[in-house]
Protein backbone atom coordinates (compact mmCIF):
# COMPACT_ATOMS: atom_id res chain seq x y z
CA UNK A 1 0.00 0.00 0.00
CA UNK A 2 1.61 3.42 -0.84
CA UNK A 3 1.35 6.12 1.52
CA UNK A 4 0.01 9.45 0.31
CA UNK A 5 -1.63 10.70 3.34
CA UNK A 6 0.04 13.55 5.14
CA UNK A 7 -0.54 14.51 8.99
CA UNK A 8 0.71 17.50 10.47
CA UNK A 9 1.04 17.91 14.16
CA UNK A 10 2.46 20.67 16.34
CA UNK A 11 4.07 19.29 19.62
CA UNK A 12 6.89 20.22 21.86
CA UNK A 13 10.11 20.48 20.37
CA UNK A 14 11.83 19.13 23.41
CA UNK A 15 9.15 16.54 23.75
CA UNK A 16 9.26 15.65 19.97
CA UNK A 17 13.85 15.26 20.72
CA UNK A 18 13.47 13.10 23.82
CA UNK A 19 10.89 10.95 21.39
CA UNK A 20 12.39 10.60 18.55
CA UNK A 21 15.80 9.46 20.56
CA UNK A 22 13.80 6.35 22.21
CA UNK A 23 12.39 5.65 18.95
CA UNK A 24 15.88 5.46 17.29
CA UNK A 25 16.96 3.50 20.16
CA UNK A 26 13.68 1.06 19.28
CA UNK A 27 15.06 1.60 15.23
CA UNK A 28 11.63 3.41 14.67
CA UNK A 29 11.09 6.17 12.45
CA UNK A 30 8.49 8.80 13.36
CA UNK A 31 6.52 8.00 10.46
CA UNK A 32 6.59 3.63 12.05
CA UNK A 33 6.04 4.79 15.41
CA UNK A 34 2.64 7.10 13.75
CA UNK A 35 1.48 4.17 11.97
CA UNK A 36 1.74 1.90 14.45
CA UNK A 37 -0.54 4.26 16.55
CA UNK A 38 -3.12 4.15 14.43
CA UNK A 39 -3.04 0.84 13.06
CA UNK A 40 -3.10 0.33 17.30
CA UNK A 41 -6.12 2.52 17.19
CA UNK A 42 -7.38 0.43 14.67
CA UNK A 43 -7.39 -2.71 16.30
CA UNK A 44 -8.44 -1.55 19.53
CA UNK A 45 -11.33 0.86 18.18
CA UNK A 46 -10.17 3.39 20.47
CA UNK A 47 -7.09 4.63 21.98
CA UNK A 48 -4.44 1.24 22.79
CA UNK A 49 -3.98 2.44 26.53
CA UNK A 50 -6.33 3.94 29.32
CA UNK A 51 -6.82 7.48 29.54
CA UNK A 52 -8.36 8.53 32.98
CA UNK A 53 -9.07 11.36 35.02
CA UNK A 54 -7.54 10.37 38.14
CA UNK A 55 -10.05 10.63 41.00
CA UNK A 56 -10.07 12.56 44.23
CA UNK A 57 -7.78 9.64 45.94
CA UNK A 58 -5.64 9.23 43.10
CA UNK A 59 -4.87 12.83 42.52
CA UNK A 60 -4.23 12.95 46.89
CA UNK A 61 -1.59 10.19 46.34
CA UNK A 62 -0.03 11.67 43.48
CA UNK A 63 0.39 14.75 45.23
CA UNK A 64 1.98 13.60 48.40
CA UNK A 65 4.07 11.11 46.45
CA UNK A 66 5.36 14.47 44.67
CA UNK A 67 5.52 16.18 47.96
CA UNK A 68 7.20 13.13 49.95
CA UNK A 69 4.51 12.81 52.15
CA UNK A 70 4.02 9.08 53.62
CA UNK A 71 6.78 7.67 51.25
CA UNK A 72 9.34 5.49 52.49
CA UNK A 73 12.73 6.17 50.41
CA UNK A 74 15.55 3.35 50.34
CA UNK A 75 19.60 3.44 49.70
CA UNK A 76 19.38 0.15 48.47
CA UNK A 77 17.40 -2.47 46.36
CA UNK A 78 18.41 -4.87 49.24
CA UNK A 79 16.80 -2.46 52.49
CA UNK A 80 13.47 -2.04 50.26
CA UNK A 81 13.55 -5.90 49.88
CA UNK A 82 13.99 -6.25 53.69
CA UNK A 83 11.73 -3.84 54.36
CA UNK A 84 8.97 -5.89 51.87
CA UNK A 85 10.13 -8.81 54.00
CA UNK A 86 11.36 -10.23 50.53
Same mark, same amino acid.
Given at each position: ???? /? @??? #? =? ?6 ? !?????? =?????? $??? #? ?6 ? @?? *????? $?????? $?? #??? !?? /?? +?? #?? +?? =?? @?? =???? $? ?5 ? *???
Amino acid at each position: MTKT /A @VIT #A =RVDPELKQ !RTELLL =RELGLT $PTQ #AITLFYKQ @VN *LHKGL $PFPVNI $PN #AET !RQ /AI +ED #AQ +EG =RG @VK =RFNT $PEKLFDD *LGI
